[in-house]
């Protein structure tokens, strides 16, 4: 070809100008190494949402943080109770970073086994949620999500393992083709945060394995959740109102699952009632208080400040003088100012405090089933008095609720009056049945105990029965629908029975004088420092003929501490009087003493042996003389655990 001065290159099937081709590859070679510059430069990208106008996508991702905020409200709201539990030690203290009390206090997975899909949705969605706004957007706009889990939520574990799941979510190395491997990748650490802190403590091994199906479920929802969203957003562009629409959705889901399969009412009795239970509350049980009077003693302040009340020879008159003074405000519910009361001897205060949860879950909930056993509590706490006699003899702060109180008195009416089918209404009627006969009105107290008696029984049978039916599912087990378990039943059905017997026609002459002495002797109280002089002055009122004067007698004898002087009193008040209510319980009342004598005596001796076999005749000879007693089931039950010998 001639040469014309120009020097031709074929690029592709053109005939390009030397010069121009030079100019193409410089622009090419710049293009590569601005692109170069720039991936080193950059380790964060931005994601394919912000593609978008800058109005729209602040929008819908301020929509997103708006149900975020509202999935962080509930997630302490289904644990404590409470929107808003954030607590500044928890930023330090990796104790608090636990969830494995989330599994068990509260609404309990093994009571309520849709709490494992309703903490699976909340948890799920929280986690994959920032994680995901953090792979379409950029790490600085799931900032704010992080912050919600933390301060909102309650949440420190999940807020910093967030961070790592979303500046990897953010970050070019994971940047895949795939974003759901991307996703499932990044949610890893979440995974290590749930089986690490996730798992609850204290747990046989079947409950420990059970204690993570929360988070398995919250791991898979979270997953499902980023499958639609990035599923969807293949085919609309990524456009930025997905977010919040599909995170709304679980949100809706979640409320809806708890408050249908659950429901709030029922969070509130487990946090306010269920545990609360006077019968089991520390500040309730028997415990020495010696301890505590010896600080006093030794406290030079209270010494200088009692000094000038009393002047005590001695040590053992000054234990006695502070003992007395103690029991003294003790009557009026209190401790004296100058007391060194731990923290476990302020029942008051407790009382107080376990009071108003009560009445909270009765104000918020005044529909709910559980309100009777709400009612029930209140009244039993009402009930609970310090025994002084056991403070004066062993030193030992204890209480006794088997005696009616006037303080009680509205709140068992109220729970008879609401809810007399409730199993909780029986114990209302022996109350209420007690108060009535200490008025006279026996008949009436009759007429209430003949229905508890025969409520109780079949309520009895019906446990029976569903014991006898019901079948347990690994783990899980309901929650009971009463506070009355069988013992609770099996003790009151004796009361009522005791009770019924003694303000029966057998105790009545129809005299006015003889119906006001049984009135005042079925509401003595016998933990009270007067009672033995009232048994006294109702025993001098009496005449041979009287018949409640065995009962009387055998309330006294029941009062004589010493062993073999009660037990010879109890074996001859029982010959005087065989066909009496009160004769027969003194042969029952000897027999249980023996057994009594026989368990603390010592073992191999011959005084055991004497005391088995007394225990033994005497039980067998009250089975055989009342065969239809109230006590002989129970007679029989001691016989039978009886051994043949020593």
């Known amino acids: 070809m001639h040469n014309s001065g120009l020097n031709l290159v074929i690029f592709g099937p053109e005939l390009v100008n030397t010069g121009t081709f030079l100019q193409i590859m410089a622009k090419n070679n710049n293009k590569n190494t601005t692109g170069t510059r720039a991936s080193q430069k950059s380790f964060m990208t931005a994601g394919p949402t912000l593609h978008y106008s800058h109005a729209n996508v602040v929008s819908c991702w301020l929509l997103a943080l708006a149900v975020y905020i509202l999935h962080c409200l509930f997630w302490p709201k289904i644990v404590t109770g409470e929107f808003l539990s954030f607590r500044w030690e928890s930023l330090t203290d990796p104790v608090l970073w636990q969830l494995g009390q989330v599994v068990t206090d509260g609404v309990s997975i093994f009571e309520y086994p849709w709490q494992i899909v309703v903490l699976g949705l909340m948890m799920g969605s929280m986690a994959a949620a920032p994680v995901l706004i953090s792979q379409l957007m950029s790490f600085r706009y799931s900032v704010p999500f992080i912050a919600v889990a933390l301060f909102v939520a309650n949440l420190p574990g999940l807020a910093a393992f967030l961070i790592i799941s979303c500046v990897g979510a953010a970050c070019r190395p994971l940047r895949f083709r795939s974003r759901f491997i991307a996703i499932v990748l990044c949610t890893l650490p979440l995974v290590v945060y749930w089986f690490y802190f996730g798992v609850a403590r204290g747990l046989d091994p079947i409950q420990w394995g059970f204690s993570v199906m929360p988070w398995i479920a919250a791991w898979l929802i979270g997953l499902s959740l980023a499958a639609a969203v ?19 959705v679980l949100l809706v889901l979640s409320l809806i699952t708890f408050e249908h399969r659950i429901g709030f009412a029922e969070l509130d009795y487990q946090l306010y009632v269920a545990d609360n239970d006077p019968e089991t509350v520390p500040h309730f049980q028997s415990r020495s208080i010696s301890e505590a009077i010896d600080e006093t003693l030794a406290d030079p302040a209270v010494r200088q400040y009692l000094q000038g009340f009393f002047y005590p020879a001695d040590e053992i008159r000054w234990r006695q003088e502070i003992k007395r003074r103690i029991e003294n405000q003790l009557t009026r519910d209190r401790w004296p100012s100058w007391f060194a009361a731990e923290e476990h001897f302020k029942y008051q205060q407790k009382r107080l405090k376990l009071q108003d949860q009560y009445d909270k879950f009765i104000r918020r909930r ?90 109780i029984m079949e309520r009895l049978d019906f446990l029976e029965n569903q014991a006898e039916r019901a079948s347990a599912i690994g783990p899980f087990r309901k929650p009971p629908e009463s506070a009355m378990t069988r013992r609770k039943l099996t003790d009151l059905l004796g009361r009522v029975r005791e009770l019924q017997i003694l303000i029966s026609g057998e105790n009545r002459d129809g005299s006015e004088e003889n119906a006001a002495r049984l009135a005042e002797f079925v509401m003595l109280n016998p933990y009270s420092r007067d009672y033995p002089d009232h048994l006294e002055r109702l025993l001098e009122q009496m005449d041979e003929e009287d018949p409640m004067k065995d009962n009387v007698l055998l309330a006294q004898i029941q009062l004589i501490e010493d062993a073999d002087t009660r037990a010879e009193k109890l074996r001859q008040l029982h010959r005087d009087y065989q066909d009496t209510d009160a004769g027969r319980k003194a042969l029952y009342e000897l027999g249980r003493l023996r057994v009594r004598m026989w368990q603390l005596s010592e073992s191999g001796s011959d005084e055991r042996q004497e005391y088995l076999e007394s225990a033994r005749a005497t039980l067998t000879s009250f089975t055989t003389l009342y065969p239809n007693s109230i006590y002989a089931e129970d007679a029989e039950m001691k016989l039978y655990q009886l051994p043949d010998a020593e």
């Open 230 to 248: 990035l599923g969807i957003g293949h085919f609309t562009r990524y456009k930025p109102g997905l977010m919040w629409i599909a995170t709304g």
């Open 366 to 455: 005044p529909n709910s089933p559980r309100v009777p056993i709400a009612l029930y509590y209140k009244a039993m706490l009402l009930e609970y008095s310090p025994n002084l006699e056991m403070f004066r003899r062993a030193e030992i702060l204890s209480f006794y609720d088997d005696h009616p109180r006037e303080q009680a008195a509205e709140v068992w009416y109220r729970l008879y009056n609401r809810f007399s089918d409730s199993p909780e209404s029986f114990e209302a009627r022996w109350r209420i049945a007690k108060h009535w006969s200490g008025a006279g009105r026996f008949e009436h107290a009759l007429t209430l105990l003949a229905s508890a008696e025969s409520m």
